[in-house]
């Protein structure tokens, strides 16, 4: 085994969202600790440990056997960074940063950004503006709850991601039913967080992200992220536009707000991507987390701006300056073809990429005779997708709506 120092990379991800991050990672020796056997990851990785246990809902408080895994792989290969994409990892990857002494957000940080109402107490703290909020332990405390704020409101798991579990409640005789759906995530997922559920108070307007690095407590917006969702109540994700000459890049309030949240919460060093709500009042904080943006934002800043996410959060990682360089000036967006019902998927049918000028890519997320099941009884029921990028917004937005026009889903319903 070559004693060349290696970074470690905690957990992968589905191919389709992550295989041009590993690609980037490729550039240097990468060592991947997973729950099973790499497939399409063994030609960007040097090498790698299967910990069966790693995707268990517990890892982020029984990490016990991914420590030992660490330990044993440091006795014999220098490791001079860790990361993961993954937000059921981030926890487990901080505290193995933590005890090698390498850049991270750090374990305690980590907490605070995936406890959510930990998230929401420290913010009130330090004066940044965000929704109002409460922690409810039964649906009771729930329905009062949302009698004090007014409706509607939002009730989330604490320390989930992807909204898995959130929904749009609109009067008290759907809060029981909100409570159910939202305590039930919670309980399905990281169990640390598992019961109750955080209320908070809906706010309109449209929602946008963005992701930063920090680095000794100095943090630089990479790019903002445009939003777009299914039907309510829930708040699934259906594709994101990125403008290199976004003007929110340049909004000295909004970054204000950004450098004051990051500090209530502790960040210091690290990757973080900030989900925030524009009302007509000013923008406000939703949640911040320490890591990249998921989905395919990462693939869509290279192709808007020439920013490599994965490349640079490595860098962080390892203690090396990040190199923020943007050499591309344009939009770039994707949308996700999803399920209209429960059923078994057979097929979606894409475009050919060579008849829409701007159309960069298509692909299916799912494989014939997958069930798929619409919230709340599932989630990211996810089917296909299509990435463009063009010019400018106006143009980048037509041609995805183009090739989206062309794509057909087939599905069996469930009887």
């Known amino acids: ?40 990851q063994r ?16 890892v982020s408080t029984n990490i016990t056997f991914l420590l030992e895994a660490v330990r044993k792989l440091a006795a014999s290969v220098p490791i001079r960074g860790v990361l993961t994409f993954e ?3 981030l926890s487990a990857t901080c505290q193995i940063a933590d005890e090698f002494g390498l850049p991270s957000l750090g374990h305690g940080v980590a907490e605070n950004c ?34 004090d704020f007014g409706y509607p409101v939002v009730l989330k798991p604490r320390g989930l991601a992807g909204s898995i579990g959130v929904i749009m409640v609109r009067s008290q005789a759907d809060i029981e039913t909100g409570f159910q759906i939202a305590a039930s995530a919670a309980r399905d997922g990281a169990q640390r967080h598992g019961g109750g559920a955080l209320v908070e ?23 903002i992220i445009r939003k777009r969702f299914g039907p309510e109540p829930f708040f699934e994700e259906t594709g994101q536009t990125i403008n290199a000459g976004d003007p929110l890049l340049l909004d000295a309030g909004l970054i204000e707000m950004l450098r004051t949240a990051h500090t209530a919460l502790g960040i210091r060093t690290g990757m ?5 709500r524009l009302t007509p009042d000013g923008p406000v904080i939703i949640e911040v987390n320490g890591r990249l943006a998921g989905d395919f934002v990462p693939h869509l800043a290279k192709l808007a701006m020439g920013l490599d996410g994965a490349t640079i959060a490595a860098r962080v990682a390892c203690g090396e300056p990040p190199l923020i360089e943007r050499q591309v000036h344009r939009s770039a967006a994707h949308q996700i073809v999803y399920a209209d019902r429960d059923g078994t998927f057979n097929a979606v049918s894409l475009p050919r990429t060579e008849s829409h000028p701007n159309l960069v890519a298509t692909g299916t997320l799912l494989s014939a005779g997958a069930a798929v099941a619409l919230p709340p009884r599932g989630y990211m029921a996810r089917l296909g997708y299509a990435i463009v990028a063009a010019p400018s917004d106006t143009e980048c937005e037509a041609s995805l709506a183009a090739a989206v026009a062309e794509m057909s889903v087939d599905i069996t319903p469930a009887r």
């Open 1 to 40: 085994m070559s004693t060349e120092p290696v970074l470690l990379v905690v957990g992968t991800g589905p191919k389709e969202y992550r295989e041009e991050l590993f690609r980037s990672l490729s550039r240097s020796r990468v060592w991947l600790l997973s729950d099973q056997e790499p497939t399409w």
């Open 43 to 58: 030609q960007y990785v040097s090498g790698y440990t299967v910990i069966p246990r790693l995707n268990s809902a517990q």
């Open 87 to 89: 937000e059921m990892f």
């Open 114 to 147: 995936r406890d959510k109402e930990r998230t929401r107490q420290l913010l009130t703290d330090s004066g940044v503006r965000q929704p109002r909020f409460a922690f409810a332990r039964t649906a009771a405390e729930a329905a009062s709850i949302g009698e």
């Open 201 to 223: 108070q809906f706010l309109a307007g449209p929602e946008i992200a963005v992701d930063s690095v920090v680095v000794d407590g100095r943090l630089e917006p990479m790019y």
């Open 272 to 276: 973080t991507h900030t989900e925030i």
